[in-house]
């Protein structure tokens, strides 16, 4: 999974980056945040009086299940 860029806007942003890893930041800094974790992180990163941000679509990782045994095999 790819990270998403984003620019902290608030004094010190704690978030998590594109290996798992909590990080924290501050004001300026352009950051890697993991997909999992960017609603999260859009809807702290604001100023007082922002509208909240229009959701981002992050596509779900698919997951694989392994198929059930046969008797025929």
Not at 31 to 36: E, G
Not at 46 to 69: F, I, S, Y
């Amino acid at each position: 999974m790819s990270a998403v860029e984003r620019t902290v806007r608030v004094g010190l942003m704690s978030y998590i980056d594109s290996d798992g890893a909590h990080r924290s930041a501050l004001t300026g800094e352009v950051v890697q945040v993991h997909p999992d974790a960017i609603v999260r992180f859009d809807r702290l990163n604001r100023l007082a009086g922002e509208p909240d941000p229009e959701p981002v679509e992050v596509p779900k990782k698919r997951t694989v299940r392994p198929r059930k045994a046969s008797d025929e095999e």
